[in-house]
């Protein structure tokens, strides 16, 4: 689609310019950028422990968020000062390199403030604290003796009900409802996880003394965390509103500050509804192919009945898994920078109430705990016949190898594998674009089919590839929609879960659960986005190329630069300046 507006902000304005060519006082001037961004990510850090903890920085272990509004306060001041200072630096004195950094920092911090100032996280989204109390990890990852682990437990829920009663201080008197249920759910589910699942999780913990420490503590932490969803029940609820409309001008900044994106939110709906047409008649095309006597929802639904039994879900997912990562070497897809495999394994008991299939991969500066985890829910032996049938529905043969695709090979655990490997710094590896993340692990899915994964020259079974394929992409163009719309036109939840019916082909309750979500997550457009960002890159690093184009060398350049906007991308990759900005 072609800019036919302006946007409502400058990068340049924003960003600054582009610097001169590296000299003796771009070193001091890098030097000096680089104290300045230490100082930012100590500051972050030690206002977000749990990142830290999750980056692999275990002097965060045992350490919470203080929301205090004093706290919150010094935070937003904080922020802004330091984006004072970047707006105050001298950009010609940085080299290329550090005005990359400089620039992702810049935006990181604009994130920020975006999020106390314009989001209003801590007084208008009673979901920021229904998950405060999040241990998890220290029953998931074994980065330190296990009674470590637990006094690390003990120290954060200790902090509960400090969080819980600073939550009810900060939040508005009256809050969106879809915010409001969804919190409960979540506080809900949180209280639960420490009553069962984390009681499961150590229960071969042999010290007595510590043990009796925990269920205390995990005990109040227990009633804090269901006392702040009572009080959401009873205080909030009652006077809930369905005002979550963030509004075209805060839905402009979002595109700018998270992506650099200067559309309009109505030239990105423009772009999504060509985009949605295109994907069905594809959706359409391949339906055609494996039966061309039935509705095309009604082919994919029949394309569901293909699937692994319980005994065979995990057995197949880890043969698949191989051979997809076998393809990728085979064909000359991407570099493979490590042999270390991911481990498909079951979910954790402790974890299946809220997953089907996710990645878990340890933080780029863990040392200790450096497995990767592709999960796998299997099916419960207690549910019936027919939830067991359902649940084995989700895992078709071909949908399945599309989520190892994207959460994989080569998804996000090949991704971790380039970063760690890159020569991508410290703030490279800390601060990530969303639309970059799951906007490669996206584009992959398509990327591999066409490619031609999962055809053996039976024209069927490649067709079945490209359904379950396609069924994902549309999944993630009404995402892209539904935000446009949710947040522009103030469609209610009801009208985006029609569009979801009527576009992704899914029941009402999977439909309504997405609508639900782009109340509360606009951003999750980020995923088409960066998928039609990186096609769109492929695209035009390829005619640059010629002769020279290999998609193993395109592949190896987007994933060995940190996690960047796709736009700070395309200045590495291309060297036609007139086309940096053409993003999509």
């Known amino acids: 689609m072609k800019k036919t507006a302006l946007a409502l902000f400058s990068l340049c304005a924003l960003f600054a310019c582009k610097p001169k060519t590296a000299t003796d006082s771009a070193a001091a001037g890098d030097a000096a ?35 205090s509004k004093a706290s919150l306060d010094k935070e937003l001041a904080r922020l802004k000062d330091f984006d004072s200072k970047l707006a105050a630096t001298d950009t010609t004195a940085l080299s290329t390199r550090a005005f990359y950094d400089y620039r992702m920092l810049r935006s990181a911090i604009k994130q920020e403030i975006f999020s106390f100032e314009d989001m209003h996280s801590f007084t208008d989204n009673p979901m920021t604290y229904a998950g405060a109390v999040d241990v998890s990890i220290y029953v998931k990852r074994d980065f330190a ?28 008197d009256t809050l969106p409802k879809p915010f409001i ?3 409960i759910l979540i506080a809900r589910g949180s209280a639960s996880f420490l009553g069962n699942d984390l009681k499961i999780a150590l229960k071969d913990v042999k010290n007595d003394t510590l043990m009796k420490a925990f269920n205390v503590a995990n005990d109040a932490a227990i009633v804090a965390i269901n006392g702040y969803a009572d009080y959401l029940t009873k205080e909030k609820l009652p006077k809930a509103t369905n005002k979550y409309a963030i509004g075209a001008a805060n839905y402009q900044k979002m595109l700018l500050y998270n992506e650099g994106i200067t559309l309009t939110p109505a030239q990105i709906l423009e772009l999504g509804l060509k985009e949605l047409k295109k994907e069905q008649e594809s959706f359409n095309a391949a339906a055609k192919i494996i039966n061309p006597n039935k509705k095309p929802v009604d082919v994919y639904n029949d394309l569901q009945n293909e699937h692994p039994t319980a005994a065979s879900l995990l057995p197949d997912a880890r043969k698949n898994l191989e051979k997809i990562r076998q393809f990728l070497i085979d ?22 109430e809220t997953s089907t299939a996710s990645m878990d991969t340890p933080g780029p500066f863990e040392t200790k705990a450096t497995e990767a985890y592709y999960y796998i829910t299997p099916v419960d032996p207690k549910w019936t016949a027919k939830q067991q049938e359902d649940w084995l529905k989700q895992f078709n043969y071909y949908s399945t190898d599309i989520v190892t695709i994207h959460e994989a090979y080569p998804g996000h655990y090949t991704q971790f594998l380039h970063l760690n490997a890159s020569n991508a710094n410290r703030l490279e590896k800390i601060f ?39 069924g994902e992409a549309l999944l993630r163009l009404c995402r892209l929609c539904v935000s446009v719309k949710t947040h522009t036109q103030g469609i209610s ?43 769109k890159l492929r695209e035009d690093y390829k005619k640059q190329e010629g002769a020279n184009y290999s998609l193993k060398k395109f592949h190896d350049a987007v994933l060995d630069n940190g996690m960047p906007q796709v736009g700070l991308l395309r200045e590495l990759l291309l060297k036609d300046k007139a086309t940096w900005k053409d993003v999509l």
Do not use: C
């Open 331 to 352: 064909k000359s897809i991407l570099t493979m920078p490590s042999e270390v495999r991911v481990k498909a394994e079951e979910t954790p008991q402790y974890a299946r």
């Open 493 to 535: 939840v009801d009208e985006g879960t029609k569009f979801f019916m009527d576009n992704w082909y899914q029941g009402d309750k999977p439909s309504r659960q997405e609508a639900i979500r782009g109340t509360f997550d606009p951003g999750y457009l980020f995923y088409t986005i960066g998928k039609l960002e990186l096609l």
């Open 181 to 183: 249920e969804t919190a």
């Open 145 to 172: 003796p296990i009674e470590e682990r637990v006094k690390s437990i003990i120290a954060i829920e200790k902090q509960a009900g400090k969080i819980m009663a600073d939550a009810k201080a900060n939040l508005k």
């Open 33 to 67: 950028f680089q104290k300045l961004a230490d100082d930012y990510i100590e500051g972050y850090l030690a206002m977000r422990p749990a990142n830290g903890v999750y980056l692999g920085y275990h002097q965060y272990d045992g350490k919470v968020t203080d929301v």
């Open 432 to 470: 990530a674009s969303y639309a970059f993340v799951e906007g490669w692990a996206h584009y992959t899915e398509k990327m591999l089919v066409d490619e031609g994964y999962g055809n053996n020259g039976d024209a069927v079974t490649a067709a079945k590839y490209r359904l379950a394929q396609s």
